[in-house]
């Protein structure tokens, strides 16, 4: 366990948890995901000639931090595309905009199977240095993936609580950036929300901390840009969590 200085934990001296969004806070599978959706929207857009092709602005623009079907659907309105919905587990094959968020989970997993994932170091300090501190932990994600990919970072023994993608369905939560599934996670832990202190890279994710009533919202810049996370709301950002022992 990591030993702090009194000096230390700012932004989340006085919190009693800490709620950690997955993707590119815990682990570096945001670019994968990144990827993911860079195979899905290259490949389907050929079928659409007419659209302007996918750029790399588009994931922060219009999917990042959101439930997989929402990012679907807000990138496709971004063209002015409109696709039947399609049942929930329609076949990845279809362009329905749930048979393109199911091929992007194909193309995701496909990806961390290969390759595996590894967590951020400082992460991984950061996540020792909170237990050492006695703080609870949970993660928040808008994943439908994220026990697999703890499981993968050999992370899953650190969170009792896992609110993800599955999560937020059976309970009936919106998605980010509505604070409900942060609330929810708080409320697991046995906590109110002024004693957790959120911990996001996506704008969405920042927004949805700002928009509950937390301790407070710390920012991972791992892209988004430190400015922009700051205008959606983050008490402070950070570029590793490092920083912050």
């Known amino acids: 366990m990591t030993e702090l200085p009194a000096t230390a934990a700012p932004g989340w001296t006085g919190a009693s948890a800490i709620l950690f969004d997955l993707d590119g806070v815990l682990t570096p599978t945001a670019i994968v995901h990144e990827r993911a959706w860079q195979e899905l929207f290259d490949g389907f857009l050929r079928?659409?000639?007419?659209?302007?092709?996918?750029?790399?602005?588009?994931?922060?623009?219009?999917?990042?931090?959101?439930?997989?079907?929402?990012?679907?659907?807000?990138?496709?309105?971004?063209?002015?595309?409109?696709?039947?919905?399609?049942?929930?587990?329609?076949?990845?094959?279809?362009?329905?905009?749930?048979?393109?968020?199911?091929?992007?989970?194909?193309?995701?997993?496909?990806?961390?199977?290969?390759?595996?994932?590894?967590p951020y170091e400082g992460s991984v300090r950061f996540i020792?240095?909170?237990?050492a501190r006695g703080l609870k932990l949970a993660v928040v994600s808008s994943s439908r993936n994220a026990p697999a990919v703890l499981k993968a970072a050999g992370l899953s023994d650190y969170f009792p609580v896992?609110?993800?993608?599955?999560?937020?369905?059976?309970?009936g939560l919106p998605g980010k950036p509505s604070p409900a599934t942060y609330e929810y996670a708080a409320r697991l832990l046995g906590l109110p929300s002024g004693?957790?202190?959120?911990?996001?890279?996506?704008?969405?994710?920042?927004?949805?901390?700002?928009?509950?009533?937390?301790?407070?919202?710390?920012?991972?810049?791992?892209?988004?840009?430190?400015?922009?996370?700051?205008?959606?709301?983050?008490?402070?950002?950070?570029?590793?969590?490092?920083?912050?022992?």
């Open 47 to 118: 079928s659409v000639p007419e659209a302007a092709g996918y750029t790399g602005s588009d994931y922060f623009d219009h999917i990042d931090g959101k439930p997989r079907f929402d990012g679907v659907r807000d990138f496709l309105a971004s063209r002015n595309i409109v696709l039947p919905e399609g049942p929930l587990d329609d076949d990845p094959e279809n362009n329905t905009v749930h048979g393109l968020g199911n091929r992007k989970n194909k193309v995701f997993n496909d990806i961390v199977a290969a390759g595996g994932v590894k």
């Open 128 to 131: 020792e240095a909170a237990l």
């Open 162 to 171: 896992v609110v993800d993608g599955v999560v937020a369905v059976a309970e």
């Open 195 to 245: 004693d957790c202190v959120v911990v996001e890279d996506a704008v969405s994710g920042v927004q949805a901390g700002s928009a509950g009533n937390f301790h407070s919202v710390i920012g991972v810049d791992r892209g988004a840009g430190r400015q922009t996370l700051l205008d959606a709301g983050a008490t402070l950002v950070v570029n590793d969590l490092a920083e912050l022992l």
